[in-house]
């Protein structure tokens, strides 16, 4: 398998996985904008496919110890894109999350999810203080983690600000951290939510309070959550079949192309289909996890716990949000959702990983 095509130790098992998935999101981004083909979403997703191969091998072939001293250069070359978005970037649907580059739209936030793991196991990597670690040993990283939040927080895009604390936790819970250090993090928070709730913007509550009760506003601030709710559960066990979704080809759900694309998925290939893509998810995260074994540093560890962690963490926060089981955040489904930025940052993210296996000799 390693050198089959000539191709030194390329991982194809990886590749392959990956591969499979990006090829069912082109064909569902397809069946959820067929009926608006002016737009070639899954055209232009197939581009950013090949984008994001390219990407994969520049993960892969990029000498690990390069990748460890660049990693606070490129946390900070994104912190500073991310701080400027206020006064560059471009505003859509009220947010302004995005950069236009050329012809190219740009989320910088996807990279940043990449950048943060990569400058957090580059801290740790060089931290002289034995674990575990108390509130004073893990006062820097988290700083480091707030310094994304709060840009991408007023963008506003709470979901991936929140997502940049989450992504943290696996790194630091693989580092050890004390136990009275996690009972006071985990109070704090605790004691912080509710205020956090009245600093929200409108729509931000709104989504809170529809996630308590869905049924509130159906044709309101709920509409997205009881349409994705009504779209799975009508696809039954099989589904209705590929471009047989009534509620997605009538267009009852709205970005059913990015962020509820798994509601197309459910009605048109049923639970089984849900099932299946989950467990080729699944197989490959821990395909992905398998790689730690083949890391001879700290960096290298938390480098592939953080990207692979991240990735299940955020598949799972995705389908949950959109049968109605979490808030909706506005987080993209890996792999499926349409959006050049998230599928290149994921396919780079495992190329990294897959190059760990690729030189196990390298400090």
């Known amino acids: 398998m390693k050198r089959f095509f000539g191709l030194p130790d390329v991982d194809w098992v990886m590749l392959a996985s990956a591969l499979i998935l990006s090829f069912i999101g082109i064909m569902i981004i397809r069946s959820a904008t067929v009926n608006n083909p002016s737009e070639g979403y899954y055209l232009k997703q197939a581009y950013w496919l090949a984008v994001a191969v390219a990407a994969y091998f520049v993960g892969y072939f990029i000498d690990r110890r390069h990748l460890r001293r660049s990693a606070y250069l490129l946390y900070g070359a994104v912190f500073a894109v991310l701080t400027t978005l206020a006064v560059v970037g471009k505003i859509s649907g009220g947010v302004q999350r995005w950069i236009h580059i050329g012809g190219l739209t740009i989320q910088p936030s996807e990279i940043a999810k990449l950048a943060l793991v990569l400058a957090l196991a580059r801290y740790f990597h060089k931290q002289k203080q034995s674990p575990p670690y108390g509130l004073d040993g893990i006062a820097v990283p988290m700083a480091m983690v707030a310094a994304y939040v709060i840009p991408v927080a007023l963008q506003p895009d709470l979901g991936t600000a929140i997502f940049f604390i989450l992504l943290a936790i696996p790194i630091f819970l693989m580092v050890g951290i004390k136990r009275w250090t996690i009972l006071f993090m985990t109070g704090s928070a605790a ?45 039954g066990f099989f589904g209705k079949g590929y471009l047989q979704g009534t509620q997605s080809q009538l267009r009852f759900i709205p ?63 995705n389908i949950a949000m959109a049968i109605g089981i979490l808030p909706v955040v506005g987080l993209p489904l890996p792999f499926l959702s349409y959006g050049g930025s998230s599928l290149v940052s994921v396919w780079l993210g495992l190329g990294i990983v897959a190059g760990f296996r690729r030189r196990k000799t390298w400090p």
């Open 191 to 235: 004691l912080v939510a509710p205020f956090l709730f009245f600093t929200m913007k409108g729509y931000q509550q709104e989504r809170i309070l529809n996630f308590l009760n869905p049924e509130r506003d159906p044709l309101g601030s709920g509409y997205h959550i009881v349409q994705s709710k009504i779209a799975i559960g009508s696809g």
């Open 255 to 317: 970005e059913q192309h990015t962020d509820f694309i798994v509601s197309v998925l459910g009605e048109e290939f049923g639970f089984v289909g849900i099932v299946l893509v989950l467990g080729l998810m699944l197989f490959l995260t821990l395909w992905m996890l398998s790689h730690v074994e083949a890391t001879r540093t700290r960096f290298g560890v938390l480098t592939v716990v953080g990207i692979s962690c991240g990735l299940a963490m955020q598949e799972v926060i």
